[in-house]
C-alpha cells in the first residue's frame, strides 16, 4: 500500500525552543533507519520550510506507524493511503 505523508514541525515555544527541536531533529534523523518494510519512494520539502510530503510504501501498516511514531514530539503529520491515478481509473473512481 502507498502512503503519501504530510508533516509540519510542532511549534513547542520560543524561538530558542524551536532551534533545540531542530537540534534534535538532526540528532534523530541521522541515527534513523527505516523499517525493512518500508520504502521511500520521494520526500520533498516545502518551499516556506513549514513542512514537507513523503510518498512511501509499505505492506506493513503497523512498520510505518512505528516509524512514524518516532518523530510525534517534532512532527505533526498525517498519513493518507494512496493508489496510483491508472488504479483509480482502473476501479471506476474517476474523481
Given at each position: ?39 521511500i519512494h520521494?520526500?520533498?520539502?516545502r518551499v ?48
Amino acid at each position: 500500500m502507498k502512503y503519501v505523508v504530510t508533516w509540519k514541525p510542532r511549534r513547542n515555544g520560543s524561538q530558542v525552543d524551536n532551534e533545540a527541536s531542530s537540534a534534535q531533529l538532526n540528532s534523530l534523523v541521522s541515527k534513523w533507519s527505516p523499517s525493512p518494510s518500508l520504502t521511500i519512494h520521494q520526500v520533498v520539502r516545502r518551499v516556506d520550510g513549514e513542512g514537507g510530503f513523503a510518498v512511501l510504501e509499505s505492506d506493513n501498516a503497523g512498520d510505518l506507524a512505528d516509524d512514524l511514531f518516532k518523530f510525534r514530539t517534532l512532527f505533526e503529520y498525517t498519513a493518507y493511503p494512496v493508489i496510483d491515478s491508472h488504479g483509480a481509473l482502473q476501479h471506476g473512481n474517476h474523481g
